[in-house]
């Protein structure tokens, strides 16, 4: 039981970090400002009345017309975003290896992971995502969004900032990681007088002073002022001979 609640529970958590990792437009295309004179085309099933109306979410039923649908792919290319399907199935097969391998002997596991791996492809088709995303991306953004956007990705900074985003976007979690992990050590750590239990699961404070040595006292002795060391009495010398 423990092991199936763990490969699901490694399934439920390695999807969104496949979105996350991939280069995806999800992360990256932003709609595009409108300029004056030009509106998005509404989606279907919202109105331009009542506030709330604005606050629902577009509808994904319709499927968009052949050129924007072009459009769509095309910056989908542009962007990778076409590529999110192997990149989730390629996170979830690693992910499922990674919990099989603990279960399974090698000689089974690359026999397990053969009959998977074909039925995970013919179930859910890397291209199937790619369908998806095609009514998500028309449901939010305009004919003229998509062209704009294609306009920029296609010129040398839109190519840069495909380039660049990716490491921008790993670089600036490691630091907010290393960041928030010093912030939860420092708070448990403060909580130990509270819950003792922490003491045992926290790994060494680098900052602490050195522990006293069991038997000790509170205060370290001080330590005996250095003496000069004794020095040999010089020899005594001999009495010269008397001069005739």
């Not at 490969?7 to 280069?23: D, E, T, Y």
């Not at 859910?124 to 306009?151: C, G, M, N, R, W």
């Not at 002022?225 to 009495?233: F, G, Q």
Request: with cysteine; proline share 14%.
């Amino acid at each position: 039981m423990k092991f199936g609640n763990a490969l699901i529970a490694s399934l439920l958590f390695c999807v969104p970090a496949a979105i996350a990792q991939a280069p995806a437009a999800s992360t990256q295309v932003k709609p595009a400002q409108h300029q004056p004179g030009v509106s998005a085309t509404p989606s279907a099933g919202q109105s331009q009345g009542s506030p709330s109306d604005s606050l629902a979410p577009p509808s994904l039923a319709e499927k968009p017309d052949p050129a924007k649908e072009a459009a769509i792919r095309h910056l989908m290319d542009l962007t990778d975003g076409s590529k999110l399907g192997d990149t989730i199935t390629t996170v979830i097969t690693n992910q499922v290896r990674t919990v099989m391998g603990r279960a399974l002997p090698p000689d089974q596991l690359t026999a397990f992971m053969d009959t998977f791996s074909q039925r995970f492809a013919a179930s859910a088709p890397p291209k199937a995502v790619a369908d998806a995303e095609v009514p998500i991306y028309s449901a939010h953004l305009s004919t003229d969004d998509i062209k704009a956007l294609i306009q920029f990705f296609e010129s040398p900074l839109g190519q840069r900032e495909l380039k660049a985003m990716p490491l921008i976007a790993q670089e600036s979690e490691k630091a907010g990681g290393d960041i928030d992990q010093k912030a939860v050590l420092q708070v448990l750590r403060g909580m130990t007088d509270t819950y003792p239990q922490l003491k045992q699961m926290l790994p060494p404070d680098s900052n602490a002073p050195p522990a006293t040595p069991s038997g000790a006292s509170g205060s370290a002795p001080t330590p005996a002022p250095p003496t000069a060391p004794k020095l040999a009495p010089a020899p005594t010398p001999a009495p010269s001979a008397p001069q005739k």
